[in-house]
Structures are given as C-alpha cells and as structure tokens.
C-alpha cells in the first residue's frame, strides 16, 4: 500500500514512523514534509494548501491512503474533494471539520446535544465584547473563533488584561481573520487533558489520554502555545472518570453530529477540564494533537494503518489498539521568543549521538544544509521517551536533551508535574 501523509511537523514525522511500521505499507510519501522525515517518508514538494496539487499528485501515484496531519486542509474541504474523486482519504469532511473551525459553531452543538462546556458569549465586534468585560467576573478565558495554531487563547485577570486581548486579536488582528469572531468563556477551575478518539462515525475507538503543556514556561507560565510536551498514561484520572468522559463527551458527541446530520469520521480529539462538577469540553480539534500524536504512538502497540483504513471503510469495530503499558514523555524544544518573534537558522549539536533506547526525536522545524542540522520554525524538535513510569521516562527524556543544544533553545523542564504528585 501507498499512503500519503499531509503536513511537515513532530506530529507527521511520527505518524509516518508509526506508519512505516506496518506490513501493509509499502511506500511513504509526505507533502510536503521535512527533511528530518527523510528516513521514513519520500518527500513530494507540496504545500499543505495546494489541495489540487495534493488530488492530482494522489492519483497520479496511485496513493491508498492519505493521512491529513493539520487542520486547516480539513476546514478547507480537502477531504470532500479527494472522496468526490474517489480517493480515500482519512479525516473528517468540511462540514464536520467546523467543530475546530468555528469555536462558535462548537459551541452551539454543544449547547442543542447537553454536552458539558463552559458558559460562553460571542462578539463580532470590539466594542461590545469590551462593554461586557467592563462588569463580568474575572478571571475569563478570551477565544479567537478560527483557527490560531493553539495561540488563540487568553486568561485574563482583570480589565486592562482582557482589553489588550481583545484589540490584539480584534484591531490589531494578530491572528488575522480568525480573530474576526471573539468569544468570552466562563473560566474553569480544575486540572486540563487531551483525550483523543477515532471514530468512523458509528463506532469509537478511545486512545490514550494525554496531558498537554500549553504555556511556554514552566509552571504554567508565559504565553499559550501549540504545546510544549505531553505524558500518557496518566496516574491521577481515576477509570471511572475516563468512563464518564467517553459516556458524556465523546459519545454523546459522534451522535450530536450524527443528528445534525453532519457525520463525524476521523480523529475527534477534545481539551476536556475536569472540575468539581465534572468533565468539561474546553474546545473540540478534528485531528491528532501535536505534541500528543508523539507520546499516544509511543505507547501504541496496534497497526495504525489497519486502524486508520478500517475508519474510512466503516469498518472500525473490527480492528482493536493495545497499548504499552510503559509511560510515554514527550519534550519539545523550541526556539527563543516562540510562541511570537523568533530567529532560524541556528545550528542543531547533538542529533548524531546515540540518545539511549527507547527514546524517538521527531522533526517539527528543522532543515538540513550541507550534512548539517538547523533550526526553522518555533518548535524545533519533540523528544519523546518511554519508561517504566512517569519518573523513568522523564530521566530518559531530560537525559537525551542534555545532548542536543542550538542557540536560545528553550524547553519546559517540568513536564508531567501533574502526574508527578
């Protein structure tokens, strides 16, 4: 089999490397990739965006399978026009797709299906959003309606906070057409985690859950970002909360969308807090997570092909995921001023060195120049380890990174903290 994985990060480096892995597989091809995905993948110099370059390149080569990494080929209806061409293609439709598209839009299916959320208003212009700010309860969790990368989201303590937001993302436009729409979110108390699920529209198939760390220093601190490392499984969510979870949120969601008559087929993976009035939807992704795609196929012990194919043929209860036991840590390092201003081009030490077993490094913005590695983007590399527990697979982890160094690298030296306790 032939498949095609599209994007060029840590998450398609390691969905290729899982990939490859399978007897079915034959040939990788990743557009438009990256030069750290060499080893696994054939790079095909395509950009995300090019869908018709995408569909013409798939059927030319006789591709089985697509794989779309990021979302916004998904919200721009890559996968409809792959299927209308008789392509298989994994992942939702357009349609399905605006549940991570639109938070507004999320949001009112949550509200006419009784999924559990926060309270929420929404604004298409500053100055009513500032009016409401001028007399809410802080703190409040400010939300750009499109898609910002994972940067779109702002806790604010008091006035001056909320309204610097708010004219970033509204008169400034940081985030650009995204931010047309704002919404204001009750705030939620209690402890944040990723939970993923495949789905084929009828049947699901939960993953592992992780744990993100999306501000960019430790102990929660600084700016939200794409992700700063993961850990699954993970020791303080007791089973029966990961059972009401699957009951309340992702079940009760596949058929939400079922009933909206907007099928669901794919990777529905959703930002849950878990507060004292139990589990709550933070915000829906239609895709696997980056940096957690990283640390839930660390630990997966099943076919991701087979799993994957059988989604787009319907036929998902007829294939199972094991899962390894061990725990999964996952690092990601980054360049100084991510998740805003931030320089390329310096060189990486280190990737030659043996960094130990059980220890993958998966690619996110780096170039090769010359038999040399650089930097080139914000998060430069995701470090992942397995261990026999939380504690071991942090040492492993901590200990690869002490062998990797380029200029103003910087990294979270805390992740699974959480867990830890």
């Known amino acids: ?79 409809d026009r792959f299927q209308k061409k008789g392509l298989r293609i994994y992942g939702p439709g357009q349609n399905a797709a605006r549940l991570e598209g639109s938070k507004a839009y999320a949001k009112d299916v949550m509200r006419r299906h009784a999924i559990p959320t926060a309270g929420h208003k929404t604004y298409d212009k500053p100055e009513p959003a500032l009016e409401y700010l001028t007399h809410c309860d802080y703190p409040v969790v400010l939300k750009a309606d499109g898609l910002a990368a994972g940067k779109g989201v702002s806790i604010v303590e008091d006035y001056a906070q909320a309204e610097a937001a708010v004219k ?29 699920a495949i789905t084929d529209g009828h049947n699901i198939l939960p993953l592992c859950l992780a744990q993100d760390h999306k501000r960019v220093g430790d ?96 036929k998902l209860d007829q294939v199972q995921a094991d899962w390894d036991e061990r725990t999964a840590v996952t690092v990601v390092l980054a360049s100084g001023g991510y998740p805003r201003d931030f320089a390329k081009g310096y060189k990486i030490h280190g990737l030659e060195y043996d960094l130990g077993p059980d220890v993958m490094v998966f690619h996110a913005g780096t170039k090769k120049v010359d038999g040399e590695w650089f930097t080139n983007g914000g998060r430069v590399l995701s470090v992942t380890a397995l261990g026999q527990d939380l504690q071991e697979a942090r040492a492993k982890a901590y200990a690869a990174i002490e062998k990797i160094r380029f200029d103003k690298m910087i990294y979270r030296k805390d992740i699974g903290w959480r867990g830890m306790k």
């Open 219 to 314: 102990g929660d601190s600084g700016e939200n970002t794409g992700g700063m490392g993961t850990y699954s499984p993970l020791p303080q969510v007791e089973e029966a909360t990961s059972d009401q979870i699957q009951e309340e949120i992702i079940v009760r969601s596949v058929h939400a969308m079922n009933r909206e008559e907007v099928p669901f087929r794919g990777t529905m993976f959703v930002g849950v807090m878990l507060t004292k009035q139990g589990p709550r939807v933070l915000e829906y992704n239609v895709r696997f997570g980056d940096p957690e795609t990283q640390t839930i196929l660390a630990r997966l012990k099943g076919d991701l092909f087979e799993i994957l194919s059988a989604t787009v043929d319907g």
């Open 168 to 196: 970033e993302c509204m008169v400034r436009k940081r985030f650009g057409d995204a931010g047309k729409r704002l919404l204001i979110e009750d705030f939620l108390q209690g402890e944040e985690i990723s939970v993923h």
């Open 1 to 79: 089999m032939k498949v095609l994985v599209i994007g060029s990060g840590a998450r398609e480096h390691a969905l290729c490397w899982k990939l490859k892995q399978s007897r079915h597989v034959k040939q990788i091809f990743a557009a438009p990739g990256s030069d750290g995905m060499a080893k696994v993948a054939t790079l095909v110099p395509i950009g995300v965006g090019e869908i018709d370059k995408l569909l013409a390149f798939a059927r030319e080569n006789r591709v089985d399978l697509t794989v779309v990494g990021p979302e916004d080929p998904l919200v721009a209806g890559i996968v």
